[in-house]
């Protein structure tokens, strides 16, 4: 009888392992369930006007990252986007859809800390945001050359998250 | 000079903080080192160092809060959590409004606790203090590390910010004030009986000799922590908008599951007290209550699960917990595995039915419950762990599976004081249980013909509060005539000598009574509340629940640190408006809402105001049945342990 206290033990080592676990995963996270499904092709223009076609740009791996001039986060995340640009080259098309922004700041926010994007779509009424699922930025779509959603990450993005999402589009 | 004083205050507060913390490790060490160098006299360093870091700790506190009353944005921590237009009261309980500051309430209190201990064991049991006191001081170096070394509060922010982020508005309100401070007296009281079981184990101390002076300190724990999660409900209740005080959310549970355990500690206690029974039954409760505290804390803290409380940290300090966490847990429970088990047999129950078999019967209850909760608590961690899924578990399965076990609960408190300690006469019992039965069943039949479309929640628990309340009404009458035909008194008279005189029994009845006016508001509240959701233009009446109320339009006004849209409802056929708000608050541009309450005894019509869709209000409005049974409910509980603490002890010296 009085053994049954050393169930104790296992409980405890459950419990610590779960925890454990618990710390290293990130419970905001949330899998989208773009993931596995085709980007969504939408047309419309970037911040200069010209016809852009959001979807697989130039038969490369492609990098949607969502931004805006208002958005705090973005800023933090900027150099990222800056860093993974150089790192990958034409490896890798790296876009963007400049989400409810107005043009003027946006263009300006771009010559202040640099443009790494091919180019920004500018969705000023968010309808592309929309389709998209989007309800935070920044949030970055990693799109393969099929044309298939790989990782959604909504949150500012890490250079580890970046190198890993252009690691499974390559798959 | 006195310039030089006042801009190295929250410098000094620091400097106080980590004095504590080389006095605490000086504590903790006291009667290692008295044993080890033969002077007794050493240990008693402890007690003074235990006075001195509690000083040292309210210095510490005191220049944090003046930093906040006097908004110095140059502390990190202030300029994140507080701003100039915020009002005196929450600047001041800004001080808990974040992750550090909380964690240094959790050891300010700590240390409070420590002192009052320090000065109760100086009288009633001066041999085994320095160890008591040793183990506190151990659990404050846990904490005091984790403040000074992963998340200090007297940080600077130089230079200093020009304006505060400003506190969360959700937490701009007065029970969110207060359920901090209260759940953390309940998770630091119940370090209490935790240092207890340790000594006990380390001075091979009778757990018969001190379990008589866990009781208060568990009691008061247990009081508070009640308090504060009543606190958090009324808190949700008023100012989250979604008409309902308890969601079975992770961090909700994260302080339920000590109060369960602590439940079947308080009455543990009693047995082992009456009977000289479940010694280490009570070893292994006094461990897990503060062990569940401490998880408690952990889960709130490091932000593991997703929960409305959301906070966000930085994985070192949810690491440094977790160690800190499996520390206390390996060397207790490990200490409890090599010495706390007492021999079986001097504890043989015979298995009839008594009392002590029923308080047995609540403790298994109590523990089926927390394990429960924490099952629920952590299986999506657990299903995310094995194949990564996403899952939260929700009120259906915390209803579904603990409502009946709560049944079982009242059931048991309605017969356990009808029978006597040892054996019992069944005969004896059914004449006193037998018209309470009568009484509940007919109770449940009247709730069923009433609706019979509802759950059968509602009339089993109908039945069953019916049952407890005639129970004790039964046994009420039974001592008062019994102490009137001795003293030829009458009836009420003699009843309230009794309760004067026997404070625990009719204290701990209270608390019973308080326990069913809640859940009589809870089955009113939870089972037959009304619903709905209107698209509203000024002049619109809506009906609900048998109540009409007219839209009178919206008025919008700026307030302290605020701006505030509040709708006008009228209830018809009375003078009464209600008055649901939106606020934004500008600094941190964030929107809260305000609901609209018009309560009495018999049910709340409780608005809310939404959005402008089309120049009409979105409306969301709520019945709900009998929720003020709940906080009244509170009260009673309140005011049985204050009665029950009121009896003068008789101080036994161990």
Known sequence: MNKIWWAIVPVLVILFGLLGYGLTSNPKHIPSPLIGKPFPVIEGKDLNGNKVTLGVVNGKPTVVNVWASWCAACRLEHNVLIRGSRRYGDKISLVAINYKDELADAKAWLRQLGNPYLWSFHDLAGRAGLELGVYGVPETFFVNKQGIIVEKISAPLTDAQFSAGVALMSK | ?????????????????????????VQAAAPWLAGRLETPALARSGIMASYIVLILMTIGGATLIHAFVISDFTVLYVASHSNVELPLLYKVTALWGGHEGSLFLWAWILSAFTTLLAIQGKRLFPKRLPVLLSVQALLLLGFLGLILFLSNPFERLLPGAVAGRDLNPLLQDPGMAF?????????????????????????????????????????????????????????????????????????????????????????????????????????????????????????????????????????????????????????????????????????????????????????????????????????????????????????????????????????????????????????????????????????????????????????????????????????????????????????????????????????????????????????????????????????????????KLRFDGVKQFKKDNYFALQGQFALLGTDIVLKPERRKYPVQEAPTTESGIHANWARDVYFVIGELVDGRYSVHAYVNPLVQWIWFGGFIIVFGIGWSLSQRIREKRA
């Not at chain 2, 310039?3 to 080389?22: C, D, K, P, Q, R």
């Not at chain 2, 209803?399 to 004896?428: D, E, K």
Request: glycine share 10%; with cysteine; net charge positive.
């Open chain 2, 1 to 25: 000079m006195q310039g030089f004083i006042s801009n190295y205050l929250v410098e000094f507060g620091h400097l106080a903080v980590f004095t504590a913390f080389i006095l605490s490790i």
């Open chain 2, 179 to 547: 359920h901090p401070p209260m759940l953390y007296l309940g998770y630091v009281g119940f370090s209490i009986p935790f240092a207890f079981a340790m000594t006990a184990m380390l001075t091979r101390w009778e757990t018969t000799l001190w379990i008589g002076l866990i009781r208060r300190w568990t009691l008061f724990a247990w009081t508070m922590l009640t308090i504060g999660i009543m606190l958090g409900g009324w808190w949700a209740y008023y100012e989250l908008g979604w008409g309902g005080y308890w969601a079975w959310d992770p961090v909700e549970n994260a302080s339920f599951m000590p109060w369960l355990l602590g439940t079947a500690l308080i009455h543990s206690i009693t047995v082992q007290e009456n009977r000289r029974m479940l010694q280490t039954w009570n070893l292994f409760l006094a461990i897990s209550t503060f062990s569940l505290s401490l998880l408690g804390t952990f889960l709130v803290r490091s932000g593991v699960l997703s929960s409305v409380h959301a906070f966000a940290v930085d994985p070192g300090r949810g690491l440094y917990i977790l160690m800190f966490m499996g520390t206390v847990l390996v060397v207790s429970f490990g200490l409890f595995l090599a010495k706390g088990r007492v021999d079986p047999q001097r504890e043989a129950m015979s298995s009839s039915m008594s009392r002590e078999m029923l308080f047995v019967m609540n403790n298994v209850l109590f523990s089926v419950l927390c394990v429960l909760v924490m099952l629920g608590t952590l299986y999506p961690l657990a299903l995310e762990a094995i194949n990564g899924a996403k899952i939260t578990v929700g009120a259906p399965y915390f209803n579904a599976v603990l409502i009946p076990f709560f049944f079982l609960v009242i059931l048991l408190m309605g017969v356990a004081p009808a029978t006597p300690w040892r054996n019992v006469n069944l005969s004896r019992l059914w004449s006193r249980l037998g018209m309470p039965m009568g009484i509940g069943f007919i109770a449940a039949v009247i709730m069923f013909v009433w609706d019979s479309q509802a759950h059968w929640f509602a009339f089993v628990g109908t039945g069953l509060v019916a049952f407890v309340l005639a129970a004790m009404l039964v046994d009420f009458y039974r001592n008062a005539r019994r102490r009137a035909k001795q003293n030829n008194d009458n009836i009420v008279s003699a009843w309230f000598y009794l309760v004067k005189r026997n404070r625990r029994y009719y204290g701990g009845m209270f608390v019973h009574l308080g326990i069913l006016v809640i859940a009589i508001g809870m089955i009113g509240s939870g089972l037959f509340r009304q619903e709905q959701v209107v698209l509203m233009a000024k002049g619109d009446v809506i009906e609900i629940g048998g109540e």
